[in-house]
């Protein structure tokens, strides 16, 4: 069964660093997202993404956030200068459509910021 | 906005029993999605049911049913005869049907303990 694969699975950096979170969506899916989860807290909206642009974005997705699709497989997240409060877990998910078809999981990576 | 809650931080059941999870949600739109996702141990987001509100039959997929409630905004799941890997984080979600960005608006969780 096709699934969203997210690498790595553990990130921990050094605040202030730069990093790219990594994702391949399904591969017919043309709807891309990034979710965040703080440790205990409910998993929060970060930004959605099609046609190569970014149709949707929350306030916490503020100018140290980018996404991209640099190629016709990977989807990224790059967090420019991290900070203590980015420690989460990150989730990217896809979707086929903006319709009816609901979204799939990846198995989210743990980025830890020390 | 559209927000959603859920009441319960934690439900315990016994194994083979039938647990009620509640979720109430808020919203000004007519039409939209509604789902609860599963969140065991490994935190994988796992989608378990899903319903569209147009539609007045409420939704089930095996041992999951939900109760769906449009003028109440109630959408609650039921998980009949539990089994130990039942056990895990349960979320309620709202997608807008027409929303640009299709984005999913989250509840804060139910954990559910599944006892032997």
């Known amino acids: 069964e096709p699934e969203v694969t997210q690498t790595p699975s553990h990130q921990v950096t050094q605040m202030g660093q730069e990093v790219i979170l990594r994702c391949v969506p399904i591969s017919n899916h043309l709807y891309f997202y990034w979710y965040r989860q703080i440790l205990g807290q409910k998993v929060e909206f970060l930004v959605s993404?099609?046609?190569?642009?970014?149709?949707?974005k929350s306030e916490i997705f503020d100018d140290q956030f980018s996404v991209e699709r640099p190629d016709g497989s990977n989807f990224t997240l790059k967090i420019r200068s991290t900070k203590l409060e980015d420690s989460a877990m990150y989730f990217c998910a896809s979707s086929m459509t903006a319709g009816r078809t609901e979204a799939f999981f990846g198995q989210g990576t743990r980025l830890t910021v020390v | 906005a559209q927000t959603v809650t859920q009441s319960q931080p934690e439900m315990s059941v016994q194994e083979a029993e039938t647990v009620t999870l509640s979720c109430t949600y808020d919203t000004s739109e007519s039409d939209y999605y509604l789902f609860w996702y599963k969140q065991p141990p490994s935190r994988q987001m796992i989608l378990v049911i899903r319903?569209?509100?147009?539609?007045?039959q409420n939704a089930t997929e095996n041992r999951f049913s939900v109760n769906f409630q449009k003028a109440a905004k109630s959408f609650s799941l039921k998980i009949s005869d539990s089994q130990l890997g039942d056990a895990a984080m349960y979320f309620c979600a709202y997608r807008s049907y027409k929303a640009a960005g299709n984005k999913l608006t989250f509840g804060g969780g139910t954990r559910v303990l599944v006892k032997p």
């Open positions: 319903q569209e509100a147009y539609k007045q």
């Open positions: 993404f099609y046609n190569n642009e970014i149709s949707e």
